[in-house]
C-alpha cells in the first residue's frame, strides 16, 4: 500500500507570494491533517479534515487555509507569505483522525 | 492547552546500549503516539498506545495513563535508531480531533 505522498518536496517563494501544497493519503484513510516543522517552535498542528470537512484548526492565522476533495486528497495554501513561513510542512493521514498517524516525507518551504 | 516534556532532551549511547525516553503530559489524553524522526526528517510512526504496554522488536512502551506519563524503552541500540524521538498526545476532549501535540523530542545519537 503507498504510503503518504506529498507533492512538491522543496518550495522557495519570496514574500508575498501565495503557495498551495499538497497531499495524498494512504488509500482508505479518511483523516488528513498537516503540521508545521521549525527548529524554535518544532512541530504544531495547522489543521485537520474528515469526509471533506475540516473538523478543527490550530493556533495559526487566517493566511493559513485548507481543504479536501471527495477522494481525501488535501491541499493547503498560504497566503502573503511571510519569512517566518519558512518550515517543514507535514502532512499525515489516519483511519479516523485519533487512529496511528502517517506522515509523508513533506514540503519545505522556504520563503526569501 | 495541554503540555508535553520529554526527557532526556538529548542522549548520546554507544552501539548495543539500552535507553529509556520519557514524556509527560499534563492531561487526560485519549491518543499518544510515539515517532522516529530519521536524520531526512522522515517521521516514523512507532506506536499507538493512548494505555498499556506494547512491543515490537527492539523497541517497546508503556503509557500509565492514570500517571500522565509514557516510556519508550529502546534496546540493543544501533546507528540506525539515531534521530529524534516524539512524544504526541491529543487531549480527551470528549470527541473530534483536536490534533496532536508534540513534545520538543529527544535527540538520540548511536555511536558505533
Known amino acids: 500500500k503507498a504510503g503518504v505522498t506529498q507533492t512538491p518536496r522543496y518550495l522557495i517563494k519570496t514574500r508575498g507570494q501565495q503557495v498551495t501544497l499538497s497531499c495524498s493519503p494512504i488509500?482508505?484513510?479518511?483523516?488528513v491533517s498537516w503540521y508545521q516543522q521549525t527548529p524554535g517552535q518544532g512541530l504544531q498542528f495547522l489543521f485537520e479534515y474528515f469526509s471533506e470537512t475540516q473538523r478543527n484548526k490550530g493556533n495559526f492565522p487566517g493566511r493559513f487555509s485548507g481543504r479536501q476533495f471527495s477522494n481525501s486528497r488535501s491541499e493547503m495554501n498560504v497566503s502573503t507569505l511571510e519569512l517566518g513561513d519558512s518550515a517543514l510542512y507535514l502532512c499525515?493521514?489516519?483511519?479516523?483522525?485519533?487512529?496511528?498517524?502517517?506522515f509523508g516525507n513533506g514540503t519545505r518551504l522556504t520563503v526569501t | 492547552g495541554i503540555q508535553v516534556e520529554q526527557s532526556p532532551p538529548d542522549l548520546i549511547l554507544q552501539e548495543g546500549a539500552n535507553s529509556t525516553l520519557r514524556c509527560n503530559f499534563s492531561d487526560s489524553v485519549n491518543n499518544l503516539q510515539w515517532f522516529h524522526q530519521n536524520p531526512w526528517g522522515q517521521l516514523i510512526n512507532l506506536f499507538y498506545i493512548p494505555s498499556g504496554t506494547k512491543q515490537n522488536g527492539r523497541l517497546s512502551a508503556t503509557t500509565v495513563a492514570t500517571e500522565r506519563y509514557s516510556l519508550l524503552y529502546i534496546s540493543s541500540s544501533q546507528t540506525t535508531d539515531s534521530g529524534v524521538y516524539f512524544c504526541?498526545?491529543?487531549?480527551?476532549?470528549?470527541?473530534?480531533?483536536?490534533?496532536?501535540?508534540f513534545g520538543k523530542g529527544t535527540h538520540l545519537i548511536i555511536q558505533p
Open positions: 504526541a498526545v491529543e487531549r480527551n476532549s470528549g470527541g473530534g480531533a483536536d490534533g496532536l501535540t
Open positions: 488509500s482508505g484513510h479518511r483523516s
Open positions: 499525515a493521514s489516519s483511519l479516523t483522525g485519533s487512529s496511528p498517524l502517517h
